[in-house]
């Protein structure tokens, strides 16, 4: 009989040692054995992930670097005032013409009437800017001025022009030329 009793105790005391310590520490092995998994394929992915950027870093890397500054300068990725100013004032230096009052605004400053907005983000990759500079000088040097505008990598347009006689004493008159451009840089 104390065989038996003994042997039952045992039995007991293994089906509790089975649920109550081997069952939730074999629970405990899956459960990391699934979080390692999961980190396996995550580092997997992570490997992919830098196969293909090495992939694109080598192929822009093997683009010409004057092409890249061309392309930076033909659609900036950011606006700088100070530098697209600096451009312009070069360019028209260029032709014997110097820029005064400088006035730049974004286009929802520009704006005078009250159009309704949008809620929601804008579908727009890209933004504008609205520069307005006066010019004083011949009408042949402006032309110059403009054609080379029209020929460099930046894009601009020409949104408003106002011309006024400065002064009409010589063979080649000076003229004042109040100019609105609007040029563009990527979000």
């Not at 451009?87 to 159009?115: C, E, F, M, R, Y």
Request: charged share 20%; with cysteine.
């Amino acid at each position: 009989m104390t065989r038996t009793i003994i042997s039952l105790i045992c039995l007991f005391g293994a089906g509790a040692l089975f649920f109550f310590y081997t069952k939730p520490a074999y629970d405990g092995t899956r459960t990391t054995q699934n979080q390692i998994a999961q980190y396996d394929l995550a580092l997997n992915k992570a490997a992919e992930l830098q196969k293909l950027k090495q992939s694109l870093l080598s192929r822009y890397n093997a683009f010409n670097p004057d092409d890249i500054d061309r392309l930076h300068k033909l659609l900036p990725d950011h606006v700088d005032n100070v530098r697209l100013v600096l451009d312009l004032d070069t360019l028209a230096s260029k032709h014997g013409l110097a820029l005064q009052n400088v006035v730049i605004a974004s286009p929802s400053q520009a704006k005078t009437t009250a159009a309704p907005a949008a809620i929601g983000p804008s579908l727009q990759k890209y933004d504008s800017l609205t520069l307005r500079f006066a010019t004083t000088g011949t009408y042949s040097r402006f032309v110059e001025f403009l054609s080379e505008l029209e020929q460099s990598l930046r894009i601009v347009d020409v949104t408003a022009l106002q011309i006024n006689l400065a002064d009409g004493a010589s063979q080649d008159p000076n003229y004042r030329f109040d100019i609105t451009l609007r040029t563009y840089w990527l979000k």
